[in-house]
């Protein structure tokens, strides 16, 4: 995420790579959907800019997720398709200090089994859509930041594909990364699954005529004990 601390009173962008409303393999109960609204809630009051979605965070299927943000003011995916439409907004776009950082979704790996409106739901990051984003992105955006739930294959070559890309944060990976993974110009970062973890970056951008891009960063991993 890119967020200075509370205390600071110096707020950037509070972000969430996805595979945050679900546990992987697990029976989907009226309870754990109940768990999973507070989830939502609880990301909204903490001020969450934008999350984006996994295959977990699908386990009660794309209608759930559409009840809990009809909006779509927190949940982003250039990816996810319900009903041959997109489900959600592929990216926004923030201006943090007179620089325009663009957020997108990427949603990635195997859909659950038996999801209920399955047959209407498709993950697709190869569509041709994914390239007008990345081409309006680029058009509009200083900096690229990828909310992401592909594998650790798949963002190396997204990143080889769009090298302008500066990070990407990644909930697809089953390990925290405590040193950011880099590659040339861009980071891959990711804390524990299902938020037993928080990361804060803070990046220092240089400037070169028009183009932007990380001179340094500062990466720190919390790792969070449950309340007693």
């Known amino acids: 995420m890119i967020r200075k601390l509370k205390a600071q009173k110096k707020v950037d962008l509070l972000l969430d790579g996805g595979r945050f409303l679900f546990q992987s393999g697990r029976l989907v109960t009226e309870s754990r959907k109940k768990q999973a609204e507070k989830i939502f809630q609880a990301y909204k009051k903490m001020g969450y800019d934008l ?46 200090r007179g620089i325009k950082i663009a957020v997108i979704g990427l949603s990635g790996g ?70 950011p993974v880099k590659w040339h110009d861009s980071l891959i970062v990711s804390s524990h699954p299902r938020g037993k973890s928080v990361g804060l970056i803070r990046l220092f951008i240089k400037k070169d005529r028009t183009n932007y891009s990380i001179a340094r960063y500062e990466n720190k991993l919390f790792v969070l004990e449950k309340g007693r």
Request: charged residues 20%; proline residues 8%.
């Open 110 to 179: 195997t859909l659950p089994v038996h999801i209920p409106g399955g047959n209407e739901t498709a993950l697709d990051c190869s569509n041709p859509a994914l390239e007008r984003y990345m081409e309006k992105i680029r058009q509009n955006a200083n900096l690229i930041v990828v909310l992401s739930s592909l594998s650790p294959k798949e963002e190396m070559a997204f990143i080889r594909k769009y090298p302008a890309v500066s990070l990407i944060i990644s909930s697809g990976r089953t390990f925290p990364t405590w040193v």
């Open 51 to 96: 999350a984006g979605i996994g295959v977990d965070d699908l386990s009660a299927g794309c209608s759930f997720l559409k009840k809990l943000d009809p909006e779509g003011s927190l949940l982003a995916s250039a990816c996810l398709y319900c009903s041959k439409r997109p489900a959600f907004s592929p990216f926004r776009i923030f201006e943090i």
